[in-house]
Protein backbone atom coordinates (compact mmCIF):
# COMPACT_ATOMS: atom_id res chain seq x y z
CA UNK A 1 0.00 0.00 0.00
CA UNK A 2 1.13 3.41 -0.80
CA UNK A 3 -0.64 6.24 0.81
CA UNK A 4 1.88 8.84 -0.34
CA UNK A 5 -0.14 11.76 -2.11
CA UNK A 6 -3.68 10.85 -1.13
CA UNK A 7 -5.29 14.36 -1.15
CA UNK A 8 -7.67 14.89 2.11
CA UNK A 9 -9.53 18.03 3.09
CA UNK A 10 -8.46 19.63 6.11
CA UNK A 11 -11.01 22.30 7.60
CA UNK A 12 -9.11 24.87 9.62
CA UNK A 13 -11.03 27.59 11.68
CA UNK A 14 -10.17 31.27 11.72
CA UNK A 15 -7.67 31.87 14.80
CA UNK A 16 -10.08 32.35 18.12
CA UNK A 17 -13.22 31.22 16.26
CA UNK A 18 -15.05 28.32 17.69
CA UNK A 19 -15.28 25.33 15.61
CA UNK A 20 -18.05 22.54 15.62
CA UNK A 21 -17.34 19.47 17.32
CA UNK A 22 -17.57 16.65 14.16
CA UNK A 23 -20.03 14.42 16.04
CA UNK A 24 -22.16 15.87 18.48
CA UNK A 25 -24.75 13.32 20.29
CA UNK A 26 -27.52 14.02 23.09
CA UNK A 27 -29.69 11.83 25.02
CA UNK A 28 -30.02 9.39 22.06
CA UNK A 29 -32.29 7.19 22.60
CA UNK A 30 -33.02 4.07 20.45
CA UNK A 31 -35.51 1.78 21.07
CA UNK A 32 -37.05 -1.03 19.32
CA UNK A 33 -40.87 -1.99 18.85
CA UNK A 34 -40.33 -4.95 21.03
CA UNK A 35 -39.59 -2.92 24.11
CA UNK A 36 -35.66 -3.30 23.84
CA UNK A 37 -33.31 0.31 24.38
CA UNK A 38 -30.26 -0.33 22.46
CA UNK A 39 -29.08 3.10 23.08
CA UNK A 40 -30.23 4.92 26.66
CA UNK A 41 -29.87 8.45 26.64
CA UNK A 42 -26.48 8.57 25.36
CA UNK A 43 -24.35 11.73 25.05
CA UNK A 44 -21.13 12.29 23.25
CA UNK A 45 -18.54 15.01 21.68
CA UNK A 46 -15.64 14.51 19.38
CA UNK A 47 -13.90 16.98 18.73
CA UNK A 48 -12.69 17.65 14.75
CA UNK A 49 -9.51 16.49 13.86
CA UNK A 50 -9.37 13.39 16.67
CA UNK A 51 -8.83 10.15 16.59
CA UNK A 52 -11.60 8.04 18.58
CA UNK A 53 -12.23 4.80 19.94
CA UNK A 54 -15.85 3.56 20.87
CA UNK A 55 -15.50 0.50 22.44
CA UNK A 56 -17.50 -1.92 24.28
CA UNK A 57 -19.07 -5.53 24.41
CA UNK A 58 -21.22 -7.39 21.71
CA UNK A 59 -24.74 -5.97 22.32
CA UNK A 60 -23.60 -2.62 23.81
CA UNK A 61 -24.88 -0.43 21.28
CA UNK A 62 -21.68 0.95 18.95
CA UNK A 63 -22.91 -0.73 15.80
CA UNK A 64 -26.46 1.10 16.78
CA UNK A 65 -25.17 4.22 17.15
CA UNK A 66 -23.29 4.14 14.27
CA UNK A 67 -26.71 3.23 12.34
CA UNK A 68 -28.73 6.22 13.76
CA UNK A 69 -26.01 9.04 13.35
CA UNK A 70 -25.37 7.96 9.49
CA UNK A 71 -29.09 7.98 8.74
CA UNK A 72 -29.27 3.72 8.83
CA UNK A 73 -31.72 3.77 11.88
CA UNK A 74 -34.06 6.27 13.27
CA UNK A 75 -33.39 7.63 16.52
CA UNK A 76 -36.45 7.12 18.83
CA UNK A 77 -35.57 10.67 20.55
CA UNK A 78 -32.33 12.94 21.21
CA UNK A 79 -30.39 15.13 18.67
CA UNK A 80 -27.11 13.94 16.39
CA UNK A 81 -25.32 16.93 14.90
CA UNK A 82 -21.99 16.36 12.36
CA UNK A 83 -19.75 19.36 12.27
CA UNK A 84 -23.34 21.55 13.32
CA UNK A 85 -25.52 19.85 10.70
CA UNK A 86 -28.82 17.95 12.22
CA UNK A 87 -28.53 14.44 11.20
CA UNK A 88 -31.55 13.03 11.82
CA UNK A 89 -34.40 15.64 10.41
CA UNK A 90 -32.20 17.32 7.98
CA UNK A 91 -29.46 14.73 7.13
CA UNK A 92 -28.08 15.55 3.98
CA UNK A 93 -25.33 18.44 4.91
CA UNK A 94 -24.27 15.87 7.67
CA UNK A 95 -24.23 12.70 5.42
CA UNK A 96 -22.07 14.42 2.72
CA UNK A 97 -19.53 15.10 5.75
CA UNK A 98 -19.52 10.93 6.85
CA UNK A 99 -17.42 8.01 4.88
CA UNK A 100 -18.77 4.83 6.90
CA UNK A 101 -16.67 1.77 6.12
CA UNK A 102 -19.30 -1.07 8.03
CA UNK A 103 -18.03 -4.27 10.06
CA UNK A 104 -20.43 -6.20 6.81
CA UNK A 105 -19.07 -6.47 3.45
CA UNK A 106 -22.27 -4.49 2.00
CA UNK A 107 -20.92 -4.69 -1.61
CA UNK A 108 -22.39 -5.68 -4.86
CA UNK A 109 -20.79 -9.14 -5.83
CA UNK A 110 -21.42 -8.32 -9.78
CA UNK A 111 -19.62 -4.70 -9.98
CA UNK A 112 -16.39 -4.12 -10.77
CA UNK A 113 -13.89 -2.74 -8.28
CA UNK A 114 -13.73 0.49 -10.18
CA UNK A 115 -17.75 0.49 -10.90
CA UNK A 116 -17.60 0.22 -6.95
CA UNK A 117 -15.77 3.30 -6.41
CA UNK A 118 -17.31 5.54 -9.45
CA UNK A 119 -21.33 4.71 -8.46
CA UNK A 120 -20.54 5.94 -4.72
CA UNK A 121 -19.20 9.07 -5.80
CA UNK A 122 -21.81 9.25 -8.38
CA UNK A 123 -23.96 9.23 -5.56
CA UNK A 124 -22.17 11.99 -3.62
CA UNK A 125 -22.39 14.34 -6.49
CA UNK A 126 -18.83 14.06 -7.96
CA UNK A 127 -18.35 14.82 -11.17
CA UNK A 128 -17.41 12.19 -13.79
CA UNK A 129 -13.68 13.31 -13.71
CA UNK A 130 -13.44 14.34 -10.17
CA UNK A 131 -14.85 10.48 -9.54
CA UNK A 132 -12.40 9.02 -12.20
CA UNK A 133 -9.33 10.97 -10.29
CA UNK A 134 -10.35 9.77 -7.05
CA UNK A 135 -10.84 6.29 -7.76
CA UNK A 136 -7.54 6.66 -9.66
CA UNK A 137 -6.26 7.89 -6.31
CA UNK A 138 -7.88 5.44 -3.77
CA UNK A 139 -6.91 2.42 -6.03
CA UNK A 140 -3.38 2.89 -6.09
CA UNK A 141 -3.19 3.68 -2.57
CA UNK A 142 -4.78 0.25 -1.45
CA UNK A 143 -2.80 -1.82 -3.71
CA UNK A 144 -6.62 -2.11 -6.06
CA UNK A 145 -4.99 -1.03 -9.40
CA UNK A 146 -4.49 -4.21 -10.88
CA UNK A 147 -7.91 -5.50 -9.68
CA UNK A 148 -9.73 -2.58 -10.95
CA UNK A 149 -12.22 -4.71 -13.94
CA UNK A 150 -12.46 -7.88 -11.69
CA UNK A 151 -15.89 -8.31 -10.34
CA UNK A 152 -16.13 -8.40 -6.34
CA UNK A 153 -17.22 -11.82 -6.06
CA UNK A 154 -13.46 -12.53 -7.25
CA UNK A 155 -11.73 -10.57 -4.61
CA UNK A 156 -10.18 -12.64 -1.39
CA UNK A 157 -11.45 -11.42 1.86
CA UNK A 158 -8.55 -8.54 2.47
CA UNK A 159 -8.99 -7.30 -1.15
CA UNK A 160 -13.02 -6.84 0.04
CA UNK A 161 -12.01 -4.90 3.19
CA UNK A 162 -9.60 -3.00 1.44
CA UNK A 163 -12.69 -1.74 -1.10
CA UNK A 164 -14.94 -1.11 1.44
CA UNK A 165 -12.28 1.97 3.13
CA UNK A 166 -11.25 3.11 0.16
CA UNK A 167 -15.16 3.48 -0.83
CA UNK A 168 -16.38 4.82 2.75
CA UNK A 169 -13.07 7.87 1.43
CA UNK A 170 -14.13 8.17 -1.99
CA UNK A 171 -15.76 11.87 -1.56
CA UNK A 172 -13.12 12.64 0.80
CA UNK A 173 -15.13 12.74 4.01
CA UNK A 174 -14.27 14.91 6.77
CA UNK A 175 -15.51 12.62 8.90
CA UNK A 176 -14.54 8.55 8.63
CA UNK A 177 -16.27 5.74 10.55
CA UNK A 178 -14.50 2.60 11.01
CA UNK A 179 -17.09 -0.49 12.42
CA UNK A 180 -14.19 -3.26 13.36
CA UNK A 181 -12.49 -2.58 10.29
CA UNK A 182 -10.06 -5.24 10.79
CA UNK A 183 -12.08 -7.96 11.83
CA UNK A 184 -10.53 -11.10 10.38
CA UNK A 185 -7.84 -9.77 8.24
CA UNK A 186 -4.02 -11.13 8.72
CA UNK A 187 -1.46 -8.70 10.54
CA UNK A 188 0.16 -7.52 7.48
CA UNK A 189 -3.01 -5.87 6.35
CA UNK A 190 -3.99 -4.35 9.48
CA UNK A 191 -0.49 -2.94 9.65
CA UNK A 192 -1.74 -1.52 6.28
CA UNK A 193 -4.65 -0.30 6.89
CA UNK A 194 -3.71 1.75 10.24
CA UNK A 195 -0.62 3.24 8.39
CA UNK A 196 -3.04 4.54 6.14
CA UNK A 197 -5.63 5.79 8.25
CA UNK A 198 -3.35 7.12 10.41
CA UNK A 199 -2.20 9.77 8.05
CA UNK A 200 -5.35 10.81 6.87
CA UNK A 201 -6.17 11.48 10.12
CA UNK A 202 -2.90 13.82 10.75
CA UNK A 203 -3.94 15.70 7.56
CA UNK A 204 -6.83 16.74 9.18
CA UNK A 205 -9.82 13.78 8.61
CA UNK A 206 -11.73 12.96 12.12
CA UNK A 207 -12.01 9.20 12.62
CA UNK A 208 -14.27 7.65 14.49
CA UNK A 209 -13.14 3.93 15.66
CA UNK A 210 -15.11 0.90 17.10
CA UNK A 211 -12.81 -2.32 17.71
CA UNK A 212 -12.49 -5.37 19.76
CA UNK A 213 -8.58 -5.06 19.76
CA UNK A 214 -7.55 -3.44 22.54
CA UNK A 215 -4.13 -2.96 21.47
CA UNK A 216 -5.43 -0.90 18.60
CA UNK A 217 -7.37 2.02 20.51
CA UNK A 218 -4.37 2.14 22.71
CA UNK A 219 -2.03 3.19 19.88
CA UNK A 220 -4.03 4.51 17.42
CA UNK A 221 -6.91 6.92 19.67
CA UNK A 222 -7.01 10.37 21.47
CA UNK A 223 -10.20 9.53 24.16
CA UNK A 224 -11.70 6.64 23.86
CA UNK A 225 -15.33 6.09 25.51
CA UNK A 226 -16.87 2.62 26.79
CA UNK A 227 -20.12 1.49 25.95
CA UNK A 228 -21.98 -0.74 28.03
CA UNK A 229 -25.79 -1.61 27.75
CA UNK A 230 -26.53 1.31 26.02
CA UNK A 231 -25.18 3.69 27.94
CA UNK A 232 -22.03 5.87 27.70
CA UNK A 233 -20.11 4.61 31.05
CA UNK A 234 -16.93 6.44 30.85
CA UNK A 235 -14.76 8.45 28.49
CA UNK A 236 -11.08 9.42 28.26
CA UNK A 237 -7.58 8.74 27.38
CA UNK A 238 -6.50 5.18 27.81
CA UNK A 239 -4.74 6.34 31.56
CA UNK A 240 -7.77 8.17 32.42
CA UNK A 241 -9.92 4.93 31.91
CA UNK A 242 -7.53 3.13 33.26
CA UNK A 243 -7.14 5.44 36.58
CA UNK A 244 -11.19 5.86 37.10
CA UNK A 245 -11.03 1.61 36.68
CA UNK A 246 -8.48 1.31 39.18
CA UNK A 247 -6.20 -0.57 36.90
CA UNK A 248 -3.07 -0.29 35.32
CA UNK A 249 -4.14 -0.80 31.68
CA UNK A 250 -6.75 0.05 28.91
CA UNK A 251 -7.14 -3.71 28.78
CA UNK A 252 -7.52 -4.58 32.27
CA UNK A 253 -10.36 -1.39 32.78
CA UNK A 254 -11.96 -2.93 29.62
CA UNK A 255 -12.09 -6.64 31.70
CA UNK A 256 -13.59 -4.49 34.36
CA UNK A 257 -16.04 -2.89 32.57
CA UNK A 258 -17.46 -6.18 31.68
CA UNK A 259 -17.19 -7.89 34.88
CA UNK A 260 -14.19 -10.29 33.36
CA UNK A 261 -11.27 -9.35 36.09
CA UNK A 262 -10.36 -12.60 36.62
CA UNK A 263 -8.91 -12.83 32.89
CA UNK A 264 -6.67 -9.74 33.23
CA UNK A 265 -3.13 -10.87 32.18
CA UNK A 266 -1.44 -9.33 35.67
CA UNK A 267 -3.81 -13.18 37.11
CA UNK A 268 -1.63 -15.33 34.39
CA UNK A 269 0.77 -17.56 36.45
CA UNK A 270 -0.50 -16.28 39.52
CA UNK A 271 -3.91 -18.04 39.83
CA UNK A 272 -2.57 -21.31 38.23
CA UNK A 273 -2.58 -24.17 41.17
Known amino acids: ?46 QAGEFFGLL ?52 DWFLTVHETLDYHGGYFGMRRRERRERAAELLEAFS ?21 LARALM ?3 RLLILDEPTAGVDVELRLELWHYVQRINAEGTTVLLTTHYLEE ?22 GDLAAEFGVSSLEDAYLELVGRKELSRAHVGVDAP
Open 217 to 238: AEQLCDRIAFINEGQIVATGTS
Open 171 to 173: HRP
Open 56 to 107: GPNGAGKSTLIHCATGLAQPTSGSIRIFGNDAVDHYEAARLAVGLAPQELNL
Open 1 to 46: MAPEGIETERVVGDAGASVDPALRIDDLVKRYPTGTEALRCVSLEI
Open 144 to 164: LTDKRDERIRTLSGGMKRRLV
